[in-house]
């Protein structure tokens, strides 16, 4: 008997209230906030509990690029106003933030959160910053004289040079200060920065960039007093570089482009200075032109893009195969975001009857007896936080100012 056709999957929710097409979406830590920006600098945070805005403001006077986070309370905005915000908002500051969706807004009137940094970067080529934490013996724990909290780890964020469109700036926060400047490569033609990606550990710092020629370079710093030295490039697109993202494993990371091309890049050892044989690890020849917003899940099994064609499709990270095809928005798709997938030893909950599923502790023959207990306790809105907080949501933005959340793997 012939297997029956399924049907086409269905985002589980639609959250609307945009008016203009979303650029960004972000996951904070412990997935009970989901930050959505769009190209009119509007900022909303959705409490994924009840699929309802907690705070919602104007972030910049133009396009938003990127959002991240730093820590459980403080927010980082990229604008095509050519700045870099750092915004501070707690679940306490939420109480007094606006709620009121932009499609309803009024931008004078809006309340914004409590304003920690602003530093002037170059965003004219609508390259998003990239950010990590420093992991540097310089990185020191310090204490914040604005915020009177101790910062746990300074950040390092990069961002495209604002004179020279081929180099990049690597700045530090809290400092503030300048931490190195990769200059663009004289022999090689590789236009505008249009993609980066940063990493460091306690003996390196790695930087990935993305041109507008197709080309993708890795650079590497050994010592904070060093320059920055490249030891990879390759040209696998024969259009723009659109979009990257960094592997949970480090170990990779990948590029898609205005070509079909996606393709999985080595980040080489910084041992290999100097060696240019190095080539991608595979290119995959999809037939679907347009795919940006590439997102990695957090346990490295999968990632996503979001197509001009307004499909979002989902990848197997090992094969580099197509998974699942995402469809429902009648424009193109900017954005996508994983939230953080659980380790097998976390509880989740199960969203129908709100009781404890929990994955069985070996060391604890009685864990599900004890989160059932637990369990009991709970409020309703505990219950709905823990069930918001346990889903693998996918998020996907598009042109049509909508966010649709999907619940598929």
Known sequence: MAAQNLPPAQPAFILRGH???????????????????DADGWLVSWNLAFKRPAAVWKAHSNAILAVGSWGPEIIITHGRDNQLLVWRLSEQDEAHMDKTLPVEADAFNSQQPWLLHAMPVNALNFCPFAMCYDGMPHAISARNAVTDTTVICPILFAVPNAIDSGGIDIFELPSRKRAATVNSDRSITTGMVMALGIMADTTKIQL????????????????????????????????????????PCKDHYITSSADANIVKHPF??????????????????????????????????????????????????????????????????????????????????????????????????????????????????????????????????????????????
């Not at 008016?19 to 920006?37: E, M, S, V």
Request: proline share 4%; charged share 20%.
């Open 19 to 37: 008016t203009a097409q979303i650029h960004a979406l972000h996951f904070t830590p412990g997935n009970d906030r989901l930050l959505t920006a």
């Open 208 to 247: 990935a960039a993305g041109f507008e020629s197709g080309h993708t370079m890795v650079f590497v710093q050994t010592d904070p007093a060093a320059p920055f030295e490249r030891l990879y490039c390759a040209k696998p697109h024969s259009q723009p570089v659109l979009s990257m993202v960094i592997s």
């Open 268 to 409: 080489p050892s910084a041992k290999s200075i100097f060696k240019t044989e190095f080539k991608p690890i595979r290119v995959s020849a999809t037939r679907h032109s347009g795919q940006q917003g590439l997102s990695y899940r957090s346990d490295g099994k999968l990632f996503a893009t979001a197509g001009w064609d307004s499909a979002v499709r989902v990848y197997s990270a090992k094969t580099m195969k197509e998974l699942a095809v995402l469809k429902w928005h009648k424009e193109g798709c900017y954005a996508t975001a994983f939230a953080t997938v659980k380790s097998l030893t976390d509880r989740s909950y199960d969203s129908n009857s709100c009781s404890t599923v929990a994955h069985e502790d070996p060391e604890s023959k009685s864990s599900l007896g004890i989160a059932f207990r637990v369990s009991q306790n709970l409020s309703i809105q505990e219950k709905r936080n823990r069930v918001a907080q346990s889903t693998h949501w996918v998020a996907v933005g598009s042109k049509d100012g909508k966010i649709s959340l999907w619940d598929i793997y």
